[in-house]
């Protein structure tokens, strides 16, 4: 997904929270929930490029036989 699509998507995210019939409190509950789950896909997304990019590193060179 690239950068602008991400920045698109969290803008209409806080959007729809900020045209929601609740309360200041349930707003910020809810903004602070997005926050988070928007860390922990970055953290997910980083630990699986860090992967990715280990597993060259452990791969052996083939034996013929």
């Known amino acids: 997904m690239s950068k602008d699509n991400q920045k698109t998507?969290?803008?209409d995210i806080y959007a729809l929270i900020r045209r929601a019939q609740m309360?200041?409190?349930?707003?910020q509950v809810a903004v602070d929930a997005v926050r988070v789950a928007e860390a922990f896909a970055r953290a997910v997304f980083w630990v699986?490029?860090?992967a990715a990019g280990l597993g060259t590193y452990f791969l052996k060179p083939s034996i013929k036989h």
């Open 9 to 11: 998507m969290a803008s």
């Open 23 to 27: 309360s200041d409190r349930e707003r």
């Open 48 to 50: 699986r490029e860090k």
